[in-house]
């Protein structure tokens, strides 16, 4: 036990202490450590000629990564931004309040990279005409201006240029700006040139509906398109967004959107609550049911039927609903794991990272194991197997964004009343 709360401390500490900023270490392996630029998002490392070498991408927000050779990384064969016909001769490194800066100063002039906190684009920019070379894991296509759908190749004005490791899932490396560029795709490679003081904007991280929401990339015709499940998702979206705009707050938008579902899913949930609960009041007559019919499965199985149909009981019938609304929860998580909220709450610094103090994950297992027991009616193998689920579940809870934790608590909690008052509605068993 003082080894678990020992290491829950550290972690604790761990996820105190990772804030935006740079450190020097080895990548590649070629004995020559490079810049990294760390951020709850994404990692990259800067070579001393002003290239991206490497673009990681973290599993869990807030985590450090300790090995790079480990981490998802966009980078396919080479670098995955790289200056042509630049040579820097100084760089500098700057964090002004939690946005990075890297900048690299030639003859020609000034390379500047921006990485701003809570987002997956990079802002580049120089002083001087650039061209830049790009290049990323999965397949490349660009949208060429005027035209509707993307192409793997193309060169002219372009809308945006885009590497997808899969079509709706994996990673993705999109560059595009405020107005058409002017470049090619060639291959799995891209060529841009930019005029001196425009802004090219470099995403590269999940290729995932609200990501590309948060980052502004889902106007891009031909780059994610929803599908039903998608355009709920921008559903339930746009209503946790109308809740900030009238609260202020994420955590009460997300306090109203988790209310909003749960009267949605109030029917269903009661069914299966109802039904889960109906059948724990009757194992104590099913189990002398099975004891006295041990030897004969055919009257075993009679007698059984016989007792549900008697107390009028359906043992499928907490299954279907939880068929229904187990794609909507799922929905919800990916939106609440997936946004980007840059808002605290109490004593969380930002919901769109772990719980610090593990104060939100604790009140989850607390919460699923009440809700356990208000549905076991005394049946000790299940509430054992509720704790031993919960004592294995708690190591992925810890890393949950605090947004999904606080939505799953909340959910809970109104789970719990509803089996109370559904516990207090059953009538009690015949002698």
Known sequence: MKRLVSLL??????????????????VNGDGVPEKIAVTNLMDLAFDQKGQVVGWYVKTYKGTAFHDYTRAPNLSGNGPVVAPVGFTPEEAEYQVEDGRLLARFQGREGTLTYRIEKGRYTVQISADFPLTLRLSAQGSPKVLLEGQKEPTPSG???LAY????????????????????LSGK???????????PGETLRVYGGQNELVRFHVEGLLPLPGLFSPNIWGQLSLGLLWLMEVAFRYTGSWGLAILFLTLVVRLLLWPLMHQQFKSMAEM????????????????????????????YQEYKVNP?????????????LFILWKVIANYEFGQGLLWIPDLAL???????????????????????????????????????FIFLVLQFPSGVTLYWVLSNLIGLVQQWLINKSLKPLAA
């Open 9 to 26: 401390f550290l972690l604790g500490l761990s996820a105190l202490a990772l804030e935006a900023g740079f450190k020097d270490q080895d």
């Open 185 to 195: 795709l060639v291959g799995k490679e891209a060529t841009l040139t930019l005029a």
């Open 354 to 392: 772990p719980d610090p103090f593990y104060i939100l994950p604790a009140l989850y297992v607390a919460s699923t194991f009440l809700s356990t027991w208000l549905s076991a009616h005394g049946n000790k193998d299940l509430i054992r197997q509720s704790l031993f689920m919960n004592l294995i």
């Open 155 to 157: 060169e002219g004005q």
């Open 280 to 307: 724990q009041r009757l194992q104590p007559l099913i189990q002398k049911i099975n004891e006295k019919y041990k030897d004969d499965p055919n009257k075993r199985a009679e007698a059984t039927m016989k007792l």
């Open 161 to 180: 240029l885009a590497w997808q490791t899969r079509p709706k899932a994996g990673y993705a490396l999109v560059a595009f700006a405020q107005g058409p």
């Open 316 to 328: 499928a019938a907490g299954c279907l609903p939880l068929f229904i609304q187990m794609p909507i």
